[in-house]
T-cell receptor, first 109, second 115 residues
């Protein structure tokens, strides 16, 4: 069963706008990760935030984690057409990852 | 990521056939994983291995078996393929000894169609 559940399922924005994606989960975690998948290809790790961290940045990415609400958000600033992809949150516990169903992001040029 | 390779990349087979999907890695990681991806369902864990002598069932292991031939190789077998095993299969690796050790590195995937 899926641990993480992303919201929205699909997001369409204009190039240059910010994209915000949310993830909720149910049980205790060691860390939460976000991955990106271009159509039909392997997943690529974007960013990891540990359970004792609240916010993390990496380039145009900003991830937050609220363990009291069991939720995380991924913000992509100044989006580009090349950011078009599916994004997955994954919760880490017991040395395994459990993935959500993913969010499809479309960035219009 | 060329460090994790999967063969074949595409495979069409018939119901009842036994097939093997192979995964090789040059990252030197001890941990390897097999997932399947179905449209709208995300990735689900089939089997995982934390070292050559360790094999564990994941969420959806029924109908599958694995073999960890070496640190670098982890194979997934479908003993008797059925149409609902049609999916995109991914291999992944990780190394808990490194910083951000729970990050996983994925192969390019094998697209399997069972007729």
């Amino acid at each position: 069963s899926q641990q993480g559940e992303e919201d929205p399922q699909a997001l369409s924005i204009q190039e240059g706008e910010n994209a915000t994606m949310n993830c909720s989960y149910k049980t205790s975690i060691n860390n939460l990760q976000w991955y990106r998948q271009n159509s039909g290809r392997g997943l690529v790790h974007l960013i990891l935030i540990r359970s004792n961290e609240r916010e993390k940045h990496s380039g145009r990415l900003r991830v937050t984690l609220d363990t009291s609400k069991k939720s995380s958000s991924l913000l992509i600033t100044a989006s580009r057409a090349a950011d078009t992809a599916s994004y997955f949150c994954a919760t880490a516990a017991n040395s395994k990852l459990t993935f959500g169903k993913g969010i499809t992001l479309s960035v219009r040029p | 990521d060329a460090d994790v390779t999967q063969t074949p990349r595409n495979r069409i087979t018939k119901t009842g056939k036994r097939i093997m999907l192979e995964c090789s890695q040059t990252k030197g990681h001890d941990r390897m994983y097999w997932y399947r991806q179905d449209p709208g369902l995300g990735l689900r864990l089939i089997y995982y291995s934390f070292d050559v002598k360790d094999i564990n069932k994941g969420e959806i292991s029924d109908g599958y078996s694995v073999s960890r031939q070496a640190q670098a190789k982890f194979s997934l077998s479908l003993e008797s393929a059925i149409p609902n095993q049609t999916a995109l299969y991914f291999c992944a690796t990780s190394d808990p000894r490194r910083a951000l050790g729970e990050t996983q590195y994925f192969g390019p995937g094998t697209r399997l169609l069972v007729l």
